[in-house]
């Protein structure tokens, strides 16, 4: 199993990113896929998950309406976009499947007040 996420930076607060995790080595469309984040000294935690087909979506509660979490199955991709990002959004941001242990690098999230 891959898992390789890309799109973070550096934003004001306010501002917008879009994450995308491509996968490998497992059949993307039969596991729902997660997005966690972990701040520095803190634990990883959950952002948001999406059914196999995007029929079941779920997400962390200070995330809601501005985060919107979404996938591509034919091309093997999770995406996360994020809007009216706030400093406390500030993470390493991670994609996972369902069933499976491994973890990518993670990309860096930061948002400046």
């Known amino acids: 199993v891959q898992l390789v996420e890309s799109g973070g930076g550096l934003v004001h607060s306010g501002g917008s990113l879009r994450l995308a995790c491509v996968a490998a080595?497992?059949?993307?469309?039969?596991?729902?896929m997660r997005w966690y984040r972990q701040a520095p000294g803190k634990e990883r935690t959950f952002v948001a998950r999406?059914?196999?087909?995007?029929?079941?979506?779920d997400y962390l509660d200070s995330v809601k309406d501005r985060f919107t979490i979404s996938r591509d199955n034919a091309k093997n991709t999770l995406y996360l976009q994020m809007n009216n990002l706030k400093p406390e959004d500030t993470g390493v941001y991670y994609c996972k499947a369902d069933g499976y242990p491994s973890w990518g690098q993670g990309t860096q999230v930061t948002v400046s007040s």
């Open positions: 999406m059914s196999r087909y995007g029929e079941v979506i």
């Open positions: 080595g497992f059949t993307f469309s039969e596991h729902a």
